[in-house]
């Protein structure tokens, strides 16, 4: 089983749409937990970190509950620029190795 | 100011030769980190320095690989004896210091015939 499971999709979403990621993580371990984004045939980026009270930057709110090791993204008012392949990271307590998702793929068409 | 840089941005060489992938961080990072992209996947670690030494190499898949980071700065990742499977995007990542966020690089698409 994969430390990080993703729905590879793709979605495919109306520009406007509100469309939502869900990310399982198998090491109950895990401390910390973000959302990259990553365009095609480019490096990942950050988008955001994911915090138990849930957190929230503009359109993107991520969530994550531990009891059942399940993280979310929700993104709303979709924009075209949003097409990219979202990832759901995962840290272990005091560690640096990131450990992805395979990532999900979102299309916003017009 | 600059963000990490990779070299080349592509490499296609042919199965048994050797490759050099360089990776040059954010001025001022200590921690570098090299993670491989396969198609369809998601980044996976290889190596971890913290400044001059390897701190974590437990990723390498085997001992065709090596990386060295002589000065605490630029790092090269090695490949010997390359093998159609090696294909993949390598990604160096560095951070102020180990728990910092992670800046990538362009990677380096590297294709073996």
């Known amino acids: 089983r994969k430390e990080v499971e993703q729905d590879p999709g793709p979605f495919n979403v109306p520009e406007g749409a509100t469309v939502a990621f869900n990310c399982t993580y198998s090491?109950?371990?895990?401390?910390?937990f973000f959302w990259y984004r990553q365009d095609c045939r480019k490096e990942p980026k950050l988008l955001m970190s994911?915090?138990?009270s849930g957190n929230e930057d503009g359109r993107f709110t991520a969530q994550l509950n531990r009891a059942s090791q399940y993280i979310s993204l929700l993104i709303r008012d979709s924009k075209l620029s949003d097409s990219a392949t979202y990832l759901c990271?995962?840290?272990?307590?005091?560690?640096?190795?990131?450990?992805f998702g395979s990532g999900t793929r979102l299309l916003v068409r017009p | 100011g600059a963000g990490v840089s990779q070299t080349p941005s592509n490499k296609v060489t042919e199965k048994g030769k050797y490759v050099e992938l360089r990776c040059d961080p954010i001025?001022?990072?200590?921690?570098l980190y090299w993670y491989r992209q396969s198609l369809g996947q998601g980044p996976e670690f290889l190596i971890y320095?913290?400044?001059?030494?390897?701190?974590?190499d437990s990723g390498l898949p085997n001992d065709r690989f090596f990386a060295v980071r002589p000065e605490g700065s630029v790092s090269t990742l090695k490949i010997q004896r390359t093998e159609r499977g090696d294909s993949a995007m390598y990604l160096c990542?560095?951070?102020?210091?180990?728990?910092?966020?992670?800046?990538f690089g362009p990677g380096t698409r590297l294709t073996v015939l």
């Open positions: 990542a560095s951070s102020l210091a180990s728990h910092n966020e992670q800046f």
């Open positions: 090491n109950s371990a895990s401390q910390s």
């Open positions: 994911v915090y138990s």
């Open positions: 990271v995962v840290l272990m307590d005091s560690s640096y190795k990131l450990i």
């Open positions: 001025s001022g990072h200590t921690a």
């Open positions: 320095f913290q400044g001059t030494g390897a701190a974590d």
